[in-house]
């Protein structure tokens, strides 16, 4: 909470240093080393600024802390050993990793280096010395300043680091040189024939607040009468480049480089004796205010420019005056008239920005120049104006420090004093006296951020640090008015080190995650150790908000000292303790009372302890009556040892014996139930528990029966509300309203569990609970909130639920248990929400069976024991008990029961629970469905997001919601029609109902036979299967690849009987799913003329090249399906709803949706098939070039682009003679693509050509086949396009015998009508069978056979070309008949009949 010096660097080998930089002391260092550390030693242990809390808000003036040094100290302070650093030069790297200690011509660098093996216990870096040398080149020059500029890095991988560190020193000479961490020396370039009396940077700051400039990087060397500025972007791209040159030199071998020259102006302050130190505030704009102010105190004349210049302030201290502000005009700004005279004349004097022509060397380390070499050129300077200062002609200012946020300036001078300077106004604003020889410096200190940090502007803080050497201390005062917020004793032979400059080349966008400065100030004590100056933020506040920072700052220490830790101890309750009773803001202590009860780890016994210390001090201090903060801190406190000893009782009352089971009388008489009901009850909990996966549907988190919640996360589920009035009220407990499901759950199991699932007692948990003063309502709702959350509840379990309900519902008010016949409790409003919106239906169904049977009870409704049967009896079972029945069956209207009769007397609130039990009743049984999988089919779909029902998203989720979420779990599970309904399955087998099932297979057969009995309506088969079409179309949808389920949402969409609901539903999927997909795979077939490749399918469609054919046959199949309903008609279907369902508000039903469809146009779907017809015949048989939309005329493409209700023009069989070429060449390749698959998958064998058929393949067989389809395919189309379809028969009569299918040909030959052209065509096939025939016979005995032959024939037969066939071998048999065919099927006068006759006659010889 105070100032601190912290030891960060140590110096090593500080004695070496010293007879390095001292050679004459070498002697007085040896003898004085000892004692000086010694002397260091004792100082230390004095070292600190303890502040008494006790007299915190007091406004007492703190004393001064200075002591008067002893005989001792004094000799100390005449020995030229002991005042070594004070002869010296010192400067700090702002990265804290360079020192370089400088004296007349010596040069000592030193950085860190890592020494394993330090045993010091402080941590402190060591630095160890890396160069020292002779830094001058000639005798007569000596060192007068030095600093260490780091040079900011590029490289991304440096994590805000500099890259490295530049050494600059200036000389007696005027040179001023650059030099590496090495010592290498870079640069060195005269400037000016005077002696360098300081070095200054400006590097780049961040502006602070907006509408402030962001201050440029410069570099300020200052001689006794000229002031030279380097602009910082050219020195770091130098000092870059000079860095660069050496590395090649020392890798080449080169020893003459060229350095790049530096930019600079020269400025020569006018109307000052001399100068001895400066500061630059950066460059400032005046405002127009000040601009006339200024130019009114000039003269009445004065012109005003429009565009005021901007100015680089210097602030110089020094003689007449003591203080002077110079303003160095920038910028290219045109002069008005009036001024055009005295800009001419000053012309001649301009500042100079140009390459620097002074003497330049580089790369050597000599330490003589030749007398006889030539002097470098000295560039004037140009005069620099004072504008304003502080006259003072017998002070002499010594040395001048600029705060961070260039507000204050501190100087001092040869009288002792230390005077602070308003640098915005010019005035002096404060003076301390009697600090002769001190040093200055200055720290930011910046807030700490709190939680509304992120909405404001944080604030800062600066101090002026002052080392008085005389006087052996170290001040720290406020800046401005503020008093002296600390002061140490130190030895008076330190040195002050203040670093008001940064990296050099950082910008606004480099600047962002790197540390800039190391520290601020820092205190260099003669025995090498450097101390770090660290000032809190609340020491700038008023004595109110110190206060409040103070017990903030203790808040925090609280919470470090329980992060920390992680098991609680006596050492750490002391330690709590005092920090708590320390704090004196009740709302602050507060907060550190409410973080020690969040601790996990602290044990209730750990926590009442301190909640007493604090009640205990707050009753000692006394109660203020007009203190409302502390009376409301003191019930808090009340209230929280209520807390904890409710914990306590409960976590006693834990028992770890199970419950007893319920058998069926029991629970009967629990429920009010009939036997059989409860039988049904107990049968329906089993079902739903031994479901596969059953208990894992709770969606929360579930813990371990016998787990222990801990204090801290039960206090965390209360709020304690204090009360102000004068009641003697110790304020309220609830519940807290924004509490996670997790830590609710986890409340309500620690509170209930031992009641539910064990056999502790309801009736002590519920008085623990009622002297907690928690509010009853509040209890009962996470009772019931607790039960419907988790999985897994039996009957076992209900016995405990119902006492505890029952206690709770008997200690509420009258007035939140008011129910009459026609208004509701909001007691029972409440827990029927609570059941209706769970998603665990068996336990809401549960959890409302025992809220009903406690409401009959509480309000003398129960059913007497002795009578109960009787009376169970008389009442109707379907009226209000449909539920309970063993077998449901459909909500009918009956005549009027006596349990209806006396429905008028009947609370409201028994009506609304017996219709809840009834509807979760239902979706328990749907519930149990969703649970259901199969292992054979595995649907592509994200499993983890499981269907969920309850009564409230059932009732809002429109009339056909029920249909829906069954129809949804089908198509996520993969169920086929025929597993779900046992007349398909055995359809499909083939059998008569001997077909076997597995358990799986029973248990989805079984499941849905209930849920049909249960659900007439809304599980009729043509909405339930419209409602899987649909879902199925949905995944397809989600995943095109997926075409499978594409094809059973049309093996779902057969099934439909109803036409008009069928043509509906597919006018819904073509719309939604299949048209758009459709049209673009048309488009770029059209596009590509082919079968796209993989990489456009999935691109324009989303599906792969493999799956493309399967997708257009899909099509195909859809648009027959379509057409087949646009053909039948069917009346408008009604569809109703169960009884206690009827009250379902919401969207519209698919199947309602589907019946408002529009009627398809049948000529509209025919183009489309014919297209998809079409489209499919290109992808099964990989033909191109076909572009298929090329096939239609105008009139066919335009209708193509319509929807299927809509009734364009269309196309007829009068159309262009060229496309009804393309399309008979087309379909003529297709039936021979045809053929010849079937040729490949049925090939002969030498075994089979004597048959003249192929192996155990039958003609219907090649008929029914994919290939052997096409041909009636094509006769089709051909029939619809307006062709000739006898030319396509005799085309395929061709193909088959060419591949060797000459039964099946035979069977097509008798359907043509044109035979002439057919035997012409069978000739020539003929003719080439024979050929081959002959090519394989031996060579004498086909010369015997054609000598006997007619020559036409002989030559005929030469000319066949048998490599044209398919198929050209086969039986002699099948030959002769094919010759028999062409002479049967060509007329007697034709010119071949002869040739025929001829070859029958071979082939007989053959």
Not at 103 to 119: E, G, H, I, M, T
Not at 504 to 519: E, M, P
Not at 678 to 698: P, T
Not at 732 to 752: R, V
């Amino acid at each position: 909470m105070s100032c601190h010096l912290l030891p960060c660097i140590q110096l090593i080998d500080v004695c070496g240093l010293q007879e390095y930089l001292f050679p004459d002391l070498r002697g007085s260092i040896k003898s004085n080393v000892k004692q000086k550390n010694k002397d260091t030693a004792e100082k230390e242990e004095a070292d600190g600024w303890d502040e008494d809390w006790e007299d915190w808000g007091e406004d007492a003036e703190e004393e001064s802390r200075e002591t008067t040094p002893d005989t001792d100290q004094e000799g100390e302070a005449t020995s030229e050993a002991h005042r070594w650093l004070q002869e010296c030069l010192v400067s700090v790297s702002p990265a804290a990793d360079l020192i370089a200690v400088a004296r007349k011509d010596k040069l000592v660098l030193l950085s860190p280096k890592y020494n394993a093996d330090s045993r010091n216990e402080e941590v402190m870096s060591q630095y160890h010395t890396v160069w020292s040398g002779s830094v001058v080149h000639n005798s007569e020059e000596q060192v007068t300043a030095v600093m260490c500029l780091p040079l900011a890095s590029q490289k991304r991988s440096t994590q805000g680091g500099p890259d490295w560190t530049c050494v600059l020193l200036g000389f007696s000479s005027g040179f001023l040189r650059f030099y590496t961490e090495t010592g290498t020396l870079l640069l060195s370039q005269k400037l000016h024939n005077e002696p360098v009396q300081k070095l200054k940077c400006n590097t780049y700051t961040p502006k602070r607040y907006l509408g402030i400039a962001e201050q440029h990087e410069e570099l300020v060397i200052l001689y006794k009468r000229v002031l030279v500025t380097i602009d910082g972007f050219s020195l770091y791209q130098a000092l870059k480049a000079c860095r660069n040159q050496v590395a090649r030199a020392t890798a080449s071998g080169e020893t003459s480089l060229q350095p790049p020259p530096l930019a600079y102006k020269k400025w020569a302050p006018q109307d000052m004796e001399s100068v001895s130190d400066t500061h630059t505030t950066g460059m400032h704009t005046p405002n127009p205010f000040d601009q006339m102010v200024l130019a009114s105190l000039n003269s009445h004349t004065s012109a005003i420019r429009t565009n005021p210049p901007a100015a680089s302030i210097y602030l110089m201290a020094g003689v007449g005056p003591y203080t002077g502000f110079f303003y160095a005009i920038e910028g290219s700004s045109q002069p008005i008239l009036s001024e055009v005279a005295f800009a001419v004349a000053s012309k001649l004097k301009s500042a100079i920005m140009s390459a620097a022509s002074g003497w330049l060397t580089f790369g050597s380390k000599s330490k003589a120049e030749g007398a006889g070499e030539k002097q470098p050129k000295i560039e004037p300077a140009t005069p620099l104006p004072l504008k304003f200062g502080l006259p003072d002609q017998r002070r002499a200012g010594l040395c001048v420090s600029l705060s961070p946020n260039n507000t204050y300036a501190a100087t001092t001078d040869s009288f002792g004093r230390v005077i602070l300077i308003d640098v915005a106004q010019g005035v002096a604003a404060r003076m301390w006296k009697g600090y002769r020889d001190a040093q200055v410096g200055w720290v930011e200190v910046r807030e700490e951020e709190g939680p509304h940090s992120a909405s404001r502007q944080s604030r800062s803080a600066q101090f002026l640090v002052i080392y008085a050497a005389r006087r052996g201390i170290l001040e720290i005062w406020l800046a401005g008015n503020g008093p002296r917020v600390a002061a140490f004793n130190v030895s008076k032979h330190c040195q002050l080190v203040s670093i008001s400059h940064g990296i050099l080349g950082l910008n606004n966008v480099t600047c962002k995650g790197v540390r800039i400065k190391a520290f601020q100030v820092a205190l260099i004590e003669p025995n090498g150790t450097l101390k770090t100056v660290q000032v809190p933020f609340h020491l700038a506040l008023s004595d109110r908000n110190n206060k409040r920072v103070r017990d903030m700052h203790l808040l925090k220490k609280l919470k470090q000292v329980l992060k920390e830790n992680t098991e609680q101890s006596e050492s750490l309750n002391a330690q709590v303790r005092d920090l708590l009773l320390n704090i004196r803001i009740p709302s602050i202590a507060q907060q550190g009372v409410d973080k020690v009860l969040n601790t996990s780890y602290l044990d209730p016994d750990f926590m009442e302890g301190i909640v007493k210390a604090c009640t205990k001090r707050l009753k000692v201090a006394g109660e203020d009556e007009g203190n409302i903060e502390r009376r409301l801190f003191l019930q808090y406190c009340h209230l929280q040892e209520t807390l904890i000893h409710t914990y306590r009782e409960i976590r006693h009352l834990k028992s770890s014996k199970a419950a007893p089971t319920t058998d069926t009388q029991s629970l009967a008489d629990l429920l009010g139930l009939q036997e059989s009901e409860a039988e049904h009850l107990s049968s329906l909990v089993d079902r739903y528990l031994g479901v596969a996966g059953a208990g894992r549907s709770g969606a929360h988190v579930h813990f371990q029966d016998d787990m222990v919640t801990s204090a801290a996360t039960f206090l965390a589920c209360f709020t304690c509300t204090p009360h102000t009035t004068d009641t003697g009220s110790a304020g309220a407990i609830s519940l807290s309203k924004d509490l996670p499901d997790e830590k609710k759950l986890e409340l309500g199991s620690f509170l209930f569990e031992s009641c539910v699932k064990y056999q502790g007692s309801p009736s002590d948990v519920c008085a623990v609970i009622k002297n907690s003063g928690v509010p009853l309502t509040d209890i009962g709702h996470l009772l019931m909130w607790t039960w419907v959350s988790e999985a897994g509840r039996t009957v076992d379990q209900l016995p405990g639920l119902y006492n505890l309900l029952k206690i709770i519902s008997s200690n509420i008010d009258a007035d939140v248990m008011a129910s009459s016949s026609d208004q509701e409790s909001s007691w029972w409003h409440g827990l029927r929400e609570m059941c209706s919106h769970s998603s665990l239906c068996l336990s809401s169904y549960l959890g409302s069976m025992v809220s009903k049977a406690v409401a009959m009870e509480m309000l003398g409704l129960a059913p007497k024991t002795e009578n109960r049967d009787q009376d169970l009896a008389a009442k109707d079972p379907d009226a209000d008990t449909i539920s309970m029945c063993e077998t449901p069956s459909p909500v009918v209207e009956k005549s009027p029961s006596p349990t209806e009769e006396m429905a008028e007397s009947t609370p409201v609130d028994i009506e609304a629970w017996n219709l809840l039990c009834k509807q979760l009743e239902d979706l328990t049984d749907i519930d149990c469905f969703l649970k259901l999988s199969s292992s054979e089919h595995m649907q592509v779909v994200n499993q983890s997001e499981e269907l969920k029902v309850n009564v409230a998203a059932m009732l809002d989720g429109g009339k056909g919601c029920i249909s829906e979420i069954v129809a949804r779990h089908i198509a996520r599970v993969g169920y086929l029609p025929q597993d779900l309904y046992k007349p398909l399955q055995e359809e499909q087998a083939g059998q008569a109902g001997d077909k076997t099932y597995s358990a799986s297979e029973q248990a989805v057969l079984d499941a849905m036979d209930s849920l049909r009995r249960r659900f007439p309506h809304s599980l009729e088969n043509d909405t339930l299967f419209s409602n899987c079409c649909w879902e199925y179309a949905v995944l397809w949808n989600k995943l095109p690849e997926e075409v499978n389920n594409f094809k059973v949402a049309l093996d779902y969409l057969r099934l439909i009987q109803n036409a008009m609901l069928r043509q509906g539903v597919c006018s819904l999927m073509w719309h939604m799913f299949t048209g758009k997909k459709f049209q673009a795979t048309a488009q770029l077939m059209e596009k590509v003329g082919k079968v796209p490749k993989d990489r456009l399918c999935r691109k324009e469609i989303g599906i792969s090249e493999v799956r493309l054919g399967l997708f257009v046959g899909g099509v195909v199949d859809f648009l027959s399906i379509v057409m087949d309903a646009n053909c039948e008609t069917n009346e408008v279907p009604v569809f109703n709803l169960e009884q206690i369902w009827a009250q379902v508000k919401g969207s519209v039903s698919l199947v309602e949706l589907a019946i408002d469809q529009k009627g398809t146009n049948y000529g509209l779907l025919t183009v489309f098939h014919q297209l998809a017809t079409l489209m499919q015949a290109v992808i099964t048989f990989n033909m191109k070039p076909v572009k298929v939309l090329s096939l239609f005329d105008s009139k066919g493409r335009h209708s193509l682009s319509q929807d299927l209700h809509n009734h364009p023009l269309l196309p007829n069989t009068n159309i262009d003679s060229s496309i009804t070429v393309q399309r008979k060449q087309f379909m003529t390749r297709v039936i021979t693509q045809a053929v010849i698959k079937m040729r490949e998958s049925c090939p002969l064998t030498f075994s089979a050509m004597e048959s003249g058929s192929p192996p155990n393949t039958t003609t219907s067989k090649l008929r029914l086949s994919e290939a052997g389809r096409w041909p009636e395919v094509i006769m089709t189309l051909a029939d619809q396009f307006g062709q000739d379809v006898d030319y396509f028969k005799r085309h395929y009569v061709c193909e088959l015998y060419s591949a060797g299918f000459d039964r099946l040909a035979d069977e097509v030959l008798v359907t043509v009508n044109e035979r002439e052209p057919l035997g012409t065509q069978l000739l020539t096939i003929a003719g080439q069978r024979v050929a081959y025939k002959l090519s394989v016979m031996d060579a004498q005995m086909v010369v015997d056979l054609m000598s006997n032959v007619n020559p036409a024939l002989s030559t005929w037969l030469k000319s066949m070309n048998w490599a044209l066939l398919l198929q050209a071998e086969v039986d002699n048999a099948d030959i002769a008949s094919l010759v028999r065919h062409s002479v049967s099927l060509l007329p007697e006068g034709h010119q071949q009949y002869e040739l025929a006759a001829a070859l029958d006659t071979l082939t007989c010889v053959l």
